[in-house]
């Protein structure tokens, strides 16, 4: 016989044959599911661009909460949109802010899962930036001050990470030195380490009203070419005494997360983004692609990459369909 000896399909001919050798399964265990706060009760608004996504008061907050808990999902993580905003993003440290509210409604109802609140400026200031912003520039070391108190805020609330996304340098090592001045050395802190300045944003800045009024973020998100920057931003994040870093978005940078599993020995988190999620939603309503298998496909994808946390709108659906 001239064939040669190795036939691969011979593992793949029937379904036994193939979950036999399956190198991985989906670790639903890492799924972190985004939610908006938003101020009033009894409030649930649809978002429009991100179907199954809500603007919600901290009572609704708490009600989905208890089906993402009873679902098997490991946490949430919380976004803000506040009463009012300023210059300075100042309801961003209200002990009754939308967040702060919305921990405390959830731990008071005795549900286990994990609370990651975002820190961020960007839903709290008028002019929509993730930092103070003085003559068109985003100012940094200013920023710093502001930032941590809002993770103490979250602390004190009940959150049990803290995840700052605003891409301000040195904001690691501020926050860790609040929360440990303040009793809460062990409130561990989830870096958005290496966030890239990416277009799959755009549904987001919707659901969280954060779109910047002027200018873009460039100037502190990262340029989305840069791999090894991302090496050096992680790096960084873990001198400051990050306990988790992220890689953001997921699906066009899964060379980077794989990167920074690879040089890295801590757990490593990666954002399925929201333009992600509503590209996969748009092209399922009209047809064009099985959603359950795609999402699957994606979700195992990021894994595959390296990553053990995936922040997910998909988490819900896609618990559902692995129990299934
Ligand atoms: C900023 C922040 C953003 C996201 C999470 N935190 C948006 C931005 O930087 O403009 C994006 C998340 C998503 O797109 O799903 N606080």
Not at 120 to 138: A, M, P, R, S, W
């Amino acid at each position: 016989m001239s064939f040669p000896l190795h036939r691969p399909r011979r593992l793949r001919r029937t379904e036994k044959l193939r979950n036999l050798v399956r190198e991985r399964d989906i670790n639903t265990a890492g799924f972190i599911y985004p939610m908006f706060v938003c101020p009033g009760a009894k409030v649930r608004h649809g978002v429009d661009s991100m179907p199954g996504v809500y603007q919600q008061s901290p009572d609704a907050i708490v009600e989905e909460c208890r089906e993402v808990e009873s679902l098997g999902i490991s946490g949430v993580i919380l976004f803000g949109l506040p009463e009012s905003k300023d210059p300075r993003g100042m309801s961003s440290l209200a002990s009754d802010g939308v967040v702060q509210r919305a921990i405390e409604g959830i731990k008071k109802a005795n549900l286990k899962l994990l609370v990651i609140t975002d820190v961020c400026l960007c839903e709290y200031t008028d002019h929509g930036h993730c930092g103070l912003v003085k003559n068109n520039e985003i100012l940094n070391d200013e920023t710093l001050q502001i930032l941590s108190e809002q993770a103490l805020s979250h602390a004190r609330a009940g959150a049990d990470i803290v995840a700052p996304s605003d891409m301000m340098d040195g904001r690691i090592k501020a926050i860790r030195n609040k929360l440990d001045e303040h009793d809460f050395a062990n409130t561990p802190i989830m870096a958005y380490s290496a966030k890239f300045c990416s277009a799959f944003y755009g549904p987001f800045r919707e659901a969280a009203d954060s779109a910047p009024k002027m200018g873009d973020r460039r100037s502190y998100q990262m340029d989305s070419a840069n791999a090894r920057e991302a090496l050096r931003e992680v790096q960084l994040d873990l001198e400051e005494g990050a306990d988790v870093v992220m890689v953001k978005p997921a699906l066009a940078y899964l060379d980077v997360i794989r990167l920074v599993r690879d040089h890295f020995d801590v757990p490593v988190a990666a954002y399925n983004v929201s333009g992600e999620y509503s590209m996969v939603k748009a092209a399922a309503q009209k047809g064009w692609v099985e959603e359950k298998r795609i999402v699957l496909e994606i979700l195992l994808g990021i894994q595959r990459a390296g990553a053990e946390i995936i922040l997910t709108y998909h988490a819900k659906d896609a618990v559902r369909w692995l129990k299934s």
